[in-house]
Structures are given as structure tokens and as C-alpha cells.
């Protein structure tokens, strides 16, 4: 018996045996590194969409650069690689992360300055497959 399915049900069943297909690959991520600058608002600021890892986060203050610290949030395990990050046991200002792409800091207004590693994309954002 053959069985005909919606366009949309056949590319959602084709994206889930490619997705399955590259984690059966075993490929090793390759991320490419990236700096922005986030402008804070009443203790908030919007992460880069493209973010995977946050490697160092300072603020700004008068062209001076201080580091942040991250506060004790569970959240930070799955997207701070502790090996990256710089401890900072006596900083002044922190931060910490939602899961919903949201950094909240202890100051209320400024710039703050994150390095972060991020998925390879081309010039129109969309993601680069590894070709190795």
C-alpha cells in the first residue's frame, strides 16, 4: 500500500533522518569565534542568537574593560565553558543567564563586551555543514 503524506510532513521527516544521520556521524563541532557589543537596559540585554558558548563577558565603564563573573545559576553549565572561563573571585559586577537568551547584570545601564563561540555561518546566516 503506498502512502502519500503533506510536502510539510515529508521535509520535517527528511530534516529528522539527516539531523539523526550527523549525530550517528560523530562529527566534532567546529565553532568560529565572535565578539559583540550588547548595550544594557534597566539590568538586561539580548544574547547573540548564534551564541553556543560564552567565553569571557567584561563591561565597559569610562574605556575601561572589567571582567564579569557569572552568578550561581544552573542554567550557565550548559552554555559556559568553564574551561574558558577566566575566574574571577573578586569582581565587582556579574551576571546571569536565562534560558531564554536574556542576560541579567548587577548594573543597570552600560555596555558590556562578550566573546563568545558560535556555529560557522555563511553571509546570509545560514548554517555551514562541516566539509571534513
Avoid at 42 to 57: G, S
Amino acid at each position: 500500500m503506498l502512502v502519500y503524506y503533506p510536502l510539510m510532513i515529508m521535509i520535517r521527516m527528511m530534516l529528522e533522518h539527516i539531523a539523526k544521520g550527523f549525530l550517528q556521524m560523530n562529527l566534532e563541532a567546529k565553532y568560529e569565534q565572535k565578539v559583540a557589543n550588547l548595550e544594557v537596559t534597566e539590568h538586561k540585554a539580548t544574547l547573540p542568537e548564534d551564541l553556543k558558548y560564552i567565553t569571557q563577558i567584561v563591561v565597559a565603564v569610562q574605556n575601561k574593560y572589567y571582567p564579569m563573573r557569572a552568578t550561581t545559576n544552573p542554567f550557565h553549565n550548559s552554555i559556559c565553558d568553564n574551561k574558558l572561563l577566566a575566574p574571577c573571585p573578586t569582581c565587582k559586577y556579574e551576571y546571569s543567564i536565562s534560558p531564554s537568551g536574556i542576560i541579567t547584570t548587577n548594573m543597570y545601564d552600560g555596555e558590556i563586551v562578550i566573546a563568545y563561540l558560535a556555529i560557522p555561518t555563511d553571509e546570509n546566516g545560514d548554517m555551514l555543514i562541516p566539509d571534513d
